[in-house]
């Protein structure tokens, strides 16, 4: 496996995150599983994620194999969960894409691995997430890592999993 670089994504690198977004929707939709489409994440969803500094990419030399947002905001249905850690500090990935081309091969667990411990040397004491119930492969490899699911949430008449991590 590569060993990957992570960095704060540009506005320069917008189209490309674009396109790693639309292939990935693509091969969801082609596999049955619909938790993005068209109006999420959109462009402007993800061109504000830049702007606040939010949005990650991890790459190996030029080619762009994740993209991940880590941020403390939330929808109000993070709100209806009872959390393991209630009190603990944390942090929430959104938006974990993993470039097509490079799936099912690891780079997804190395990205998460190196979240996680860019998190706890900020001192950051848990990790909360959603993960759409038929994304078998991202809900594996969540409850592989020591993630568990703790509520559930409501968007665009779908369900996914709450789920958390102690770091």
């Not at 917008?14 to 977004?21: E, N, R």
């Not at 991940?68 to 109000?76: A, K, L, P, S």
Request: glycine share 4%.
């Amino acid at each position: 496996m590569m060993e990957l670089e992570f960095i704060l994504a540009q506005e320069k690198d917008l189209d490309i995150i674009m396109t790693l977004f639309t292939d990935a929707i693509d091969k969801l939709n082609r596999n049955g599983i619909n938790q993005w489409d068209s109006t999420y994440p959109d462009r402007n969803t993800l061109k504000e994620d830049i702007m606040k500094k939010q949005l990650y990419i991890g790459l190996f030399k030029e080619t762009i194999i994740s993209a991940y947002v880590i941020t403390q905001e939330y929808d109000e249905q993070y709100d209806n969960c009872s959390w393991k850690f209630p009190n603990s500090t944390f942090s929430i990935i959104h938006r974990l894409c993993i470039n097509p081309m490079f799936q099912n091969k690891g780079y997804g667990t190395l990205t998460v691995m190196h979240i996680e411990n860019q998190l706890k040397r900020k001192g950051v004491e848990s990790i909360r997430l959603d993960v759409f119930p038929l994304n078998t492969s991202a809900l594996k490899m969540y409850e592989k890592l020591g993630y568990s699911k703790v509520g559930i949430a409501k968007w665009r008449g779908l369900e996914f999993y709450l789920m958390e991590k102690k770091l």
